[in-house]
């Protein structure tokens, strides 16, 4: 009985610590997954006015960062940058670093729900007198962003656990805080425990979502 | 009846009115190459106010294709196209045709509603809504009053209870009739009908072509490419026999199928009649 006494208040004294943590992990994650999302949706619009010299620069900014490791990203954001003069905080040099790499895939993911509509839809809208701008913002997006719902919740199940990475950049997210206390309090197993627990409280949730928006666009189309 | 009227002015070429005999749309010299195939070589028709043309021939004729560069969803090769003296997708500059911006070009599309072979409805709109689109986005329509002319339009092709569906709800000639509602709904001078029954079940296509004929009735302007041959011969004033894309032979449709000239014609219609 005493263990489990025991138990329960070193979880609750190491959580009171690793919650402000799971605080910063939810900052880092909404303000990359904004920004990621906003380069994705700017992009895969831009691609589609087929302006050459542009789309290359497109192309190249998606190869770079999604080939590139999100932790390479990272050190380039907090250690490279001080070399032109730019001195990030650790905060936003991950949202920075991670909403980079996540708004090329967020490119490809709204250039794939775009280019899956059928060509007929354009061209119904075109044919009532829509200028370009006018059937993406009417006809094609509302409909594209049906599409990629569920891979962009699936995005965002993945940023939530690669946000891990911001704490080699000592951003004081979970898995920081973690490191921190496990070095002070040798607590290891049931810090990480904790941890582990944590993380999934939040993928859950998201993943679950995910799971009844595809249901639901099944019996959609 | 005032309707009938007119078709009757029409076919026995009386030209009474200034306004039945006034040219609304001319294809001038159209041609239109996809790589090295030639699929439109110089095309020229033209089709007076109130006037229903047909357009037939067997496919692979360039039909659609010609359909399709008067209101430019293709871009022709060379030729240029007037609607009502407006020249479209392109502006005169000196001696030389410039390619028009793409705001000018959806201005003069608003004048030519289109009905696809397979309605392309948008999917994530009501049937109500898909109507009232254009009105309302483009035309600047106050919703209500996009919504409400929309209705009016679903009436006059017998949807208007349907309003509230979703397209993927109705049949393939419900579909077909919102989408001749949808081009309605523009108040266009002409409306061009791209095989408007092709895609139906056999058992579909009689209420799509009633409406068409309801409107034709109307005194609207129409091209329509159709497989229809005995409704061309019913609604249209002219009917235009197409193959390897050039115009063999146009006339009046007692004419051209009753009494085909060309050989060609002759053995179009052979093959249809079985």
């Known amino acids: 009985m005493e263990q489990f006494g025991d138990l329960f208040t070193r979880s609750?004294?190491?959580?009171?610590?690793?919650?402000q943590g799971a605080g910063v992990t939810v900052m880092i994650t909404l303000g990359s997954f904004v920004m990621a999302v906003t380069i994705g949706l700017v992009l895969a619009v831009a691609r589609t006015w087929k302006i050459r010299p542009l789309n290359a620069l497109i192309a190249i900014y998606v190869e770079v960062f999604r080939g590139l490791p999100t932790l390479t990203l990272l050190f380039i954001c907090y250690f490279g940058l001080t070399y032109v003069g730019i001195k990030l905080n650790p905060l936003p040099a991950a949202i920075i670093g991670l909403g980079l790499s996540g708004g090329a895939y967020c490119t490809e993911i709204f250039r794939s729900g775009i280019s899956a509509l059928h060509h007929g839809q354009r061209e119904a809208a075109a044919a009532i007198g829509m200028t370009p701008m006018r059937a993406m913002r009417f006809v094609i997006l509302p409909q594209a962003l049906r599409i990629t719902l569920p891979p962009l919740g699936n995005y965002a199940i993945g940023l939530i656990k690669d946000t891990a990475v911001a704490s080699a950049v000592a951003a004081p997210e979970i898995l920081f805080r973690a490191r921190n206390l496990?070095?002070?309090?040798?607590?290891?197993?049931?810090?990480?425990?904790?941890v582990a627990v944590l993380y999934l409280v939040m993928t859950f949730p998201l993943a679950?979502?995910?799971d009844h928006l595809e249901k639901k666009r099944k019996a959609w189309q | 009846?005032?309707?009938?009227?007119?078709?009757?002015?029409?076919?026995?070429?009386?030209?009474?009115?200034?306004?039945?005999?006034?040219?609304?749309?001319?294809?001038?010299?159209?041609?239109?190459d996809f790589g090295t195939l030639q699929v439109l070589k110089d095309i020229s028709l033209s089709v007076g106010q109130s006037k229903k043309v047909a357009l037939i021939g067997p496919s692979g004729s360039g039909k659609t294709t010609l359909l399709r560069c008067i209101n430019h969803l293709e871009s022709p090769t060379g030729g240029h196209i007037y609607l009502d003296g407006d020249l479209i997708g392109e502006e005169k500059r000196g001696v030389r045709y410039v390619r028009s911006s793409a705001a000018r070009l959806a201005r003069?599309?608003?004048?030519?509603?289109?009905?696809?072979?397979?309605?392309?409805?948008?999917p994530h709109l009501t049937v109500q809504e898909n109507v009232a689109l254009c009105p309302w986005k483009v035309q600047g329509k106050s919703q209500k009053e996009a919504m409400d002319l929309a209705e009016a339009m679903l009436e006059k092709v017998h949807m208007a209870h349907k309003r509230k569906e979703y397209p993927e709800r109705l049949s393939g000639g419900q579909q077909q009739r919102v989408g001749i509602a949808r081009a309605?709904?523009?108040?266009?001078?002409?409306?061009?009908?791209?095989?408007?029954?092709?895609?139906?079940?056999?058992?579909?296509v009689g209420e799509v072509l009633g409406v068409i004929q309801e409107l034709a009735a109307e005194g609207r302007s129409m091209v329509l490419v159709t497989h229809e041959i005995r409704f061309a011969r019913d609604v249209a004033d002219e009917v235009v026999f197409m193959d390897g894309g050039l115009v063999v032979?146009?006339?009046?449709?007692?004419?051209?199928?009753?009494?085909?000239?060309?050989?060609?014609?002759?053995?179009?219609?052979?093959?249809l009649r079985g």
């Open chain 1, 12 to 19: 609750a004294s190491h959580l009171e610590v690793l919650l």
């Open chain 2, 249 to 271: 032979e146009k006339g009046a449709p007692a004419d051209v199928i009753d009494n085909p000239s060309n050989e060609r014609t002759i053995r179009f219609l052979g093959q």
């Open chain 1, 182 to 194: 496990s070095t002070e309090t040798f607590d290891t197993a049931l810090i990480y425990l904790l």
């Open chain 2, 1 to 32: 009846m005032n309707g009938n009227g007119q078709i009757h002015v029409n076919r026995c070429d009386f030209g009474v009115k200034m306004t039945e005999n006034k040219e609304l749309l001319r294809i001038e010299g159209l041609r239109k």
């Open chain 1, 208 to 210: 679950r979502w995910v």
């Open chain 2, 108 to 122: 003069q599309r608003l004048d030519m509603g289109f009905v696809f072979q397979n309605f392309y409805l948008w």
């Open chain 2, 184 to 204: 309605l709904a523009q108040q266009p001078k002409i409306i061009l009908f791209d095989e408007p029954t092709s895609a139906l079940d056999p058992e579909l």
